[in-house]
T-cell receptor, first 113, second 111 residues
Framework: DAGVIQSPRHEVTEMGQEVTLRCKPISGHDYLFWYRQTMMRGLELLIYFNNNVPIDDSGMPEDRFSAKMPNASFSTLKIQPSEPRDSAVYFC???????????FGNGTRLTVT | GDSVTQMEGPVTLSEEAFLTINCTYTATGYPSLFWYVQYPGEGLQLLLKATKADDKGSNKGFEATYRKETTSFHLEKGSVQVSDSAVYFCALLSGNTPLVFGKGTRLSVIA
């Protein structure tokens, strides 16, 4: 099992540019979660999906953020336009059921200059 | 709402020292409790869990006991190694809400 795969590992972009982060969950996992980690705020849940359907996006900071899951094996988190305060490590995680342990990817470190 | 409070770090210990990282929680109902560990440059991974009161979770020499009377789930290890240096997160799962994480405690073990 390859685990949760995220790409890219690092992204450096200029303010105002569009950023797309990608995630491939573990096959057979019905839940997918997007988190953001910063020193100031710790780990924040942005949005999660069940069977490709967004269930709770109350953690998405603002309209500049959007997430999609077009199929069971792929999800994207998009920021448009990006701002320096979006700089963080973004994690994708998946789980088999709602109360199964989460499996995290290695994250995407985003730097917006 | 549900929340987890864990001791602030960083915690610095010498190799073979005893480790305790405190974690307390607030939750309605009967949550399941977890410890996750994050090694440098990696995502979080499950270390151990306990699903009901008085359960003890254990893995890799780490232990934590679910104490309902004190609403606590403290992480302990009798003899830490340099390879245990990481960030440790306490978390709870209750009802229909997603996993709630504490802010994390950074542990540094020096030889």
């Amino acid at each position: 099992d390859a685990g949760v795969i995220q790409s890219p590992r690092h992204e450096v972009t200029e303010m105002g540019q569009e950023v797309t982060l990608r995630c491939k969950p573990i096959s057979g996992h019905d839940y997918l979660f997007w988190y953001r980690q910063t020193m100031m705020r710790g780990l924040e849940l942005l949005i999660y999906f069940n069977n490709n359907v967004p269930i709770d996006d109350s953690g998405m900071p603002e309209d500049r953020f959007s997430a999609k899951m077009p199929n069971a094996s792929f999800s994207t988190l998009k920021i448009q336009p990006s701002e320096p305060r979006d700089s963080a490590v973004y994690f994708c995680a998946s789980s088999y059921t709602y109360n199964s342990p989460l499996h995290f990817g290695n994250g995407t470190r985003l730097t917006v200059t | 709402g549900d929340s987890v409070t864990q001791m602030e770090g960083p915690v610095t210990l010498s190799e073979e020292a005893f480790l305790t990282i405190n974690c307390t929680y607030t939750a309605t109902g009967y949550p399941s409790l977890f410890w996750y560990v994050q090694y440098p440059g990696e995502g979080l991974q499950l270390l151990l869990k306990a699903t009901k009161a008085d359960d003890k979770g254990s893995n890799k020499g780490f232990e934590a006991t679910y104490r309902k009377e004190t609403t606590s789930f403290h992480l302990e290890k009798g003899s830490v190694q340099v390879s245990d240096s990481a960030v440790y997160f306490c978390a709870l799962l209750s009802g229909n809400t997603p996993l709630v994480f504490g802010k994390g405690t950074r542990l540094s073990v020096i030889a």
